[in-house]
């Protein structure tokens, strides 16, 4: 056992009155499986295993006097192994593990969500995701090797993280003024997560204090800034810059990248490798709707929010349903005179009985105090909130009411939302046929409900579900009516499937990606490497969107370790040049379509971004997020072509990229 598991049991012990209390009011499963690590003493399993249905602690069910039999076990246990100084059994085996998964999670987990478990927690104080180099690399080889990152949201922070663990040099250039990436920009009324906040966030560092279960996003934005403080990133950042080109020299083996500063000017870098970080969801898209000029209030998108503008007593126009159009409306609606919505398309909608809980001060004490308290229950979130539900995706070709459903569990699904829905809107069953879809759950992105449908019953508040006609110098005018407005707000959405648009990125002979992906066709092998393109990678790329729950971070961990697991290939075998097959591409994506077509994001009576025009989903991972973490735990080399120039950069050009 670690030096820090005996730290947090004598800190534990020493404050016996925090103890109790936090013992008290915490969530029993994860206190259940502290007690079981601590002690190795599985005798509630039996006893509990009926009562847990699942990772979230509303689906337990078991009874106060056994949960306070567990409480009274693990305070004991506490004092006493502090008292002797440490645990001294040894760490639970794989099949000890495996159990405790089972009961934690309610469910038989499959074996591959084991190494799961130790990378996300970082179990036993180690970090399961930082490449090991495999023979001793000179530093000097190591600091002639240059990496440029495009951006510096999330995907950008800990790819930076880990170049700066390993030793290699790095860049990263980000055309805002701070760290954050979309987190930044969006400030818009309401903005927060639907990701429960303890599974989204780093494994390399989870956050105990997390003040609500979905925090806001000023919380993620500071969590984000921590981390690039705490990891010493910020020092390699430049800040108000945008990359404009980035073009690869097949001679050298490297990248010309040109950027441009806000302010203007120009400058050129180097590099051996450019990372792309720039995701999806960073250039907002605002629909071109007749007469939008001729608008004389204010208008702006939800990500270029215009705080300048007071909304006070003002009837305002919503363009857009979708994700953010669920936070702001509730977020703004108290203060409008007048909130007119305008839904192109209707959205399933979840109620989450913790999406509004603020985290008690119980739960924050725990999670830093009570040793594998904050692993399990980061474990029983990956699990509740992401692959648990994976099955009642796929389309049953037997089943016979494709239309509206996939399958039996997707059918009771359906059922549930509805009825929730009816409950929500009371006697408004008039809004009944506006917002009840008629395509299967999550064929469109599962939205958490922010009290929609309250605020929809409001009278101040008027939803038209279909085209918008126009617009006037003073409102909008859809289904014939005018709907007055002083302001116009668009929550519709981002050109994402433009990806790594406005950057023009060549590869080979001069490809550039655009004629290789057009406007609205990208793709890439694992979401990473594209052929034609050596020595570059993507975060955040084609088809590695989550739209069955998981967490982001979790994708881009596993995306940065098998860049890092590339690039220490390169450096080790002195390989100057890297290039995925072009049959392993082709092979993958083929991988891609089929499991697609069998998944609810191909259903045919779905239009959504997942789609591009022809109707390839070109956005979402169809795999399970286990599956993903297999495809990228070790790089297979040998779908990979690699070479090593036999000329060395002059000392004028490596000179020239140090500065």
Same mark, same amino acid.
């Given at each position: 056992m670690g030096p820090n598991l005996d730290k947090q049991l004598r800190e534990a012990a020493a404050n016996p009155s925090a103890l109790r209390n936090a013992v008290a009011g915490a969530h029993i499963v994860p206190l259940l499986m502290s007690y079981v690590h601590l002690t190795g003493d599985k005798k509630y399993f039996t006893k509990v295993r009926s009562y847990i249905k699942g990772g979230w602690d509303y689906q337990q069910e078991i009874p106060a006097a056994l949960q306070q039999e567990i409480r009274v076990d693990l305070v004991a246990a506490i004092e006493r192994l502090a008292r002797q100084g440490g645990v001294v059994h040894s760490d639970p085996s794989e099949k000890e593990l495996k159990e405790m998964m089972d009961v934690a999670c309610g469910a038989d987990v499959p074996d591959m969500y084991m190494p799961i478990f130790y990378e996300e927690t970082c179990f036993g104080d180690k970090d399961y995701r930082a490449v090991k180099w495999r023979k001793e690399i000179a530093k000097k080889t190591r600091e002639n090797f240059k990496v440029v990152i495009a951006g510096a949201g999330f995907s950008g922070l800990v790819m930076g993280v880990r170049l700066k663990q390993a030793g290699i040099p790095f860049v990263i250039i980000e055309k805002n003024k701070e760290v954050g990436g979309t987190w930044y920009e969006n400030t818009y009324p309401g903005i927060g997560v639907d990701t429960p906040c303890h599974f989204y966030s780093f494994s390399l560092k989870p956050n105990p204090d997390w003040p609500a279960f979905f925090s806001k996003g000023s919380e993620i934005l500071a969590y984000l800034k921590s981390i690039a403080e705490e990891f010493g990133v910020l020092e390699h950042i430049r800040f108000e810059e945008e990359i404009k080109s980035a073009q690869y020299d097949?001679?050298?083996?490297?990248?010309?990248?040109?950027?441009?500063?806000?302010?203007?000017?120009?400058?050129?870098?180097?590099?051996?490798?450019?990372?792309?970080?720039?995701?999806?969801?960073?250039?907002?898209?605002?629909?071109?709707?007749?007469?939008?000029?001729?608008?004389?209030?204010?208008?702006?998108?939800?990500?270029?929010?215009?705080?300048?503008?007071?909304?006070?007593?003002?009837?305002?126009?919503?363009?857009?349903?979708?994700?953010?159009?669920?936070?702001?409306?509730?977020?703004?609606?108290?203060?409008?005179?007048?909130?007119?919505?305008?839904?192109?398309?209707?959205?399933?909608?979840?109620?989450?009985?913790?999406?509004?809980?603020?985290?008690?001060?119980?739960?924050?004490?725990?999670?830093?105090?009570?040793?594998?308290?904050?692993?399990?229950?980061?474990?029983?979130?990956?699990?509740?909130?992401?692959?648990?539900?994976?099955?009642?995706?796929?389309?049953?070709?037997?089943?016979?009411?494709?239309?509206?459903?996939?399958?039996?569990?997707?059918?009771?699904?359906?059922?549930?939302?509805?009825?929730?829905?009816?409950?929500?809107?009371?006697?408004?069953?008039?809004?009944?046929?506006?917002?009840?879809?008629?395509?299967?759950?999550?064929?469109?992105?599962?939205?958490?409900?922010?009290?929609?449908?309250?605020?929809?019953?409001?009278?101040?508040?008027?939803?038209?579900?279909?085209?918008?006609?126009?617009?006037?110098?003073?409102?909008?005018?859809?289904?014939?009516?005018?709907?007055?407005?002083?302001?116009?707000?668009?929550?519709?959405?981002?050109?994402?499937?433009?990806?790594?648009?406005?950057?023009?990125?060549?590869?080979?002979?001069?490809?550039? @990606?655009?004629?290789?992906?057009?406007?609205?066709?990208?793709?890439?092998?694992?979401?990473?490497?594209?052929?034609?393109?050596?020595?570059?990678?993507?975060?955040?790329?084609?088809?590695?969107?989550?739209?069955?729950?998981?967490?982001?971070?979790?994708?881009?961990?596993?995306?940065?370790?098998? @860049?890092?697991?590339?690039?220490?290939?390169?450096?080790?075998?002195?390989?100057?040049?890297?290039?995925?097959?072009?049959?392993?591409?082709?092979?993958?994506?083929?991988?891609?379509?089929?499991?697609?077509?069998?998944?609810?994001?191909?259903?045919?009576?779905?239009?959504?971004?997942?789609?591009?025009?022809?109707?390839?989903?070109?956005?979402?991972?169809?795999?399970?997020?286990?599956?993903?973490?297999?495809?990228?735990?070790?790089?297979?080399?040998?779908q990979y072509v690699h070479r090593t120039v036999s000329e060395e950069p002059s000392a004028e050009k490596l000179a020239e990229t140090n500065s």
């Open positions: 097949e001679s050298s083996c490297r990248w010309m990248i040109k950027t441009e500063k806000s302010g203007g000017g120009v400058s050129a870098l180097e590099a051996n490798v450019f990372v792309s970080a720039v995701g999806i969801l960073n250039r907002p898209a605002i629909p071109r709707l007749p007469g939008l000029e001729d608008f004389k209030g204010p208008k702006f998108h939800t990500a270029q929010w215009d705080h300048s503008v007071d909304l006070k007593g003002k009837k305002v126009a919503m363009v857009g349903t979708g994700a953010t159009g669920i936070q702001v409306g509730p977020a703004i609606v108290d203060e409008v005179a007048q909130l007119s919505i305008f839904q192109r398309s209707k959205h399933w909608i979840i109620k989450h009985p913790m999406y509004h809980e603020q985290v008690p001060a119980e739960v924050t004490w725990a999670s830093k105090h009570i040793p594998y308290y904050l692993d399990w229950f980061r474990f029983q979130l990956f699990w509740a909130a992401s692959d648990g539900f994976y099955p009642t995706l796929k389309i049953d070709p037997h089943w016979s009411d494709p239309k509206h459903s996939l399958n039996a569990e997707n059918a009771q699904m359906r059922e549930e939302l509805i009825a929730y829905i009816k409950s929500e809107l009371g006697d408004r069953t008039d809004l009944l046929e506006k917002v009840v879809p008629d395509y299967p759950p999550f064929g469109k992105r599962m939205l958490r409900d922010n009290n929609w449908f309250r605020m929809l019953r409001r009278p101040n508040v008027d939803l038209f579900a279909g085209e918008i006609d126009h617009i006037e110098a003073d409102g909008i005018v859809a289904g014939g009516k005018k709907y007055p407005a002083d302001v116009i707000v668009f929550a519709s959405g981002f050109h994402a499937s433009r990806m790594l648009w406005p950057m023009d990125v060549k590869g080979k002979a001069g490809q550039t @990606i655009r004629s290789l992906w057009g406007d609205d066709d990208p793709r890439a092998h694992l979401g990473i490497t594209v052929p034609g393109f050596p020595n570059f990678f993507l975060l955040y790329g084609p088809n590695t969107n989550l739209a069955h729950g998981g967490s982001a971070f979790f994708h881009s961990e596993c995306q940065v370790r098998y @860049i890092c697991e590339a690039l220490r290939e390169m450096i080790e075998n002195d390989w100057d040049e890297l290039e995925v097959k072009e049959e392993v591409f082709e092979e993958y994506n083929r991988k891609v379509d089929a499991e697609h077509r069998g998944l609810v994001w191909s259903h045919p009576g779905v239009t959504s971004w997942y789609k591009n025009k022809k109707g390839r989903v070109i956005m979402n991972s169809p795999w399970r997020l286990a599956v993903y973490r297999q495809f990228t735990a070790d790089i297979n080399v040998s």
